[in-house]
């Protein structure tokens, strides 16, 4: 089957976005899709452009255009408001958006677990370990609210976690001279970036918040509550697409790296794959490997609800049909 890149700009819900068209013949075949990743393109997001590049997007009926958006809360407003077929989003931002009256679902889990939780340049093994140090965290970063969660998880008191307000900017510089003792970061994102940036001279160590007990679910696949409910097909195709491609990146990350470059040159080959190799830690985990990739059991939805809506105050949490489309594994 013959196959065409082409990267062009669009406008996706009021802001400029690249997009990725795969053509492929006979194009008046396949529908025409656009796709939303949770922020700009990095080794995260490599599998859904392995199905581009191998035809699995293509083999599901689609002719799918890849955008990346400014973060989950983006990618909600612009499914929700129609300016998007489907997306990836957070799954603690789509809890708190159905909340608040949001008329989209997850239908497939991305990421099993959260890849956010704080770097340092010393192991802090445990909860307790972070009373006394200095946590380099801007005003409005999500582990001011996660961290107490964990806390009480713990029964342990949040007053005496220490608080360095700065710009994400500053993070690494802090912590390098020691004005912070950890930053906030993810697994998939900031580590690699760390330990190209400090690993010849530190050893980089990361504290995740899912080790701690903050058991959510990390990405979801997300779409409009209408079209899951019109054409579920479409979504359990595109499914379907996306685990074929997650699975042969996992087997296949050096040349997943060279895919992804290839379609994103600015991108580098050697950062892109080590974002990929730690993604694989959130979404290889021990939920994965007993009820299958993708899936999604009652409890653990209604366990990301729970905690979600004590960290943003929900007053009336969703309910996990409200949240989650489509059949669930048994617990």
């Known amino acids: 089957m013959k196959r065409k890149a082409c ?22 075949d396949l529908q025409t899709i656009d796709f939303l990743t949770n922020y700009a393109f990095h080794g995260r997001h490599s599998p859904f452009f392995v199905g581009l590049e ?21 990618v909600v407003a ?104 950890l930053m906030t970061a993810s697994l998939d994102g900031d580590v690699p970036m760390l330990e190209r940036t400090l690993g010849q001279r530190d050893e980089i160590h990361f504290a995740s918040f899912s080790g701690w007990g903050y058991d959510v679910f990390g990405y979801l696949l997300i779409a409009r509550n209408d079209r899951l409910s019109e054409d579920p097909e479409s979504a359990k195709r595109f499914a379907e697409a996306t685990r074929k491609a997650v699975e042969y990146a996992i087997d296949n990350p050096e040349e997943t790296a060279e895919i992804m470059v290839k379609y994103n040159p600015t991108l580098n080959y050697d950062t892109t794959l ?5 993604s694989i830690k959130a979404i290889r985990t021990p939920f994965v490997e007993e009820h299958g990739y993708g899936a999604a059991t009652e409890a653990r939805v209604q366990r990301t609800i729970d905690l979600m809506a004590e960290a943003m105050n929900l007053e009336t949490p969703p309910s996990p049909d409200q949240v989650y489309h489509g059949t669930m594994a048994n617990d």
């Open 7 to 28: 990267i062009a700009l669009r406008t996706v819900a009021a802001a400029a976005l690249i997009s990725v068209t795969a053509v492929q013949a006979p194009a008046q």
């Open 54 to 74: 191998k035809g699995f997007y293509g083999d599901a009926g689609f002719d799918i255009n890849i955008a990346p958006a400014t973060g989950s809360g983006f």
């Open 78 to 181: 612009a499914v929700d408001a129609g300016q998007a077929d489907f997306g990836m989003a957070d799954a603690g931002t789509v809890v708190q958006a159905v909340g608040k009256g949001a008329q989209v679902k997850g239908f497939m889990v991305y990421m099993d677990t959260t890849t956010s939780g704080l770097a340092s340049l010393r192991p802090y093994e445990n909860p307790e370990d972070l009373i006394g140090a200095k946590i380099a965290a801007s005003q409005t970063d999500s582990a001011r609210v996660i961290l107490p969660i964990i806390y009480e998880q713990h029964d342990l008191d949040a007053s005496q976690l220490q608080w360095e307000t700065a710009d994400p900017s500053v993070y690494i510089a802090l912590l390098s001279n020691g004005q912070a003792d």
């Open 274 to 278: 080590a974002q990929w190799q730690q």
